[in-house]
């Protein structure tokens, strides 16, 4: 039996992070629009809000699905997601970029499967003489 997943979700826990930026609208935007860019996605759609008194939440939409990004300035701390289908786009890539641009002493990261379809040899061998 063989696994195959529809897509990769990296789940980013920065700590330690410039405040100041972590509280850059324009900044938390180019940082996150970059990362796509240096893993080789496609970008789409891009939207980012600043609340008040501090924090930013956005997201960057590409063609393989996605980069979000919630901040607390207050604390230095930044969650971070960057979702990819197939195989082009990298992204732990992405994920490294934005957090030294956010300048974290402390990540820890992990990655998920999403859309972890499970293929048996025959049907393997079927969809592959039908394709």
């Avoid at 063989?2 to 920065?14: D, I, P, S, W």
């Avoid at 180019?30 to 939207?47: C, S």
């Avoid at 890539?93 to 499967?113: D, L, N, P, R, W």
């Amino acid at each position: 039996m063989k696994m195959n997943a529809l897509g990769r979700l990296v789940l980013v826990e920065a700590y330690g992070c410039d405040r100041r930026v972590l509280d850059d609208l324009q900044r938390i935007e180019d940082i996150l629009v970059r990362a796509a860019q240096r893993a080789g996605a496609d970008i789409h759609q891009v939207a980012f809000h600043r609340f008040s008194p501090q924090g930013i939440s956005g997201v960057v939409v590409i063609s393989e699905s996605h980069l979000a990004v919630h901040t607390w300035p207050e604390v230095g701390y930044a969650a971070v997601d960057v979702f990819t289908c197939g195989d082009r786009v990298d992204p732990w890539q992405a994920c490294q970029y934005i957090s030294e641009q956010f300048g974290a002493t402390a990540v820890t990261a992990s990655e998920i499967k999403r859309g972890i379809l499970t293929v048996e040899p025959q049907q393997a061998r079927e969809a592959a003489s039908t394709g």
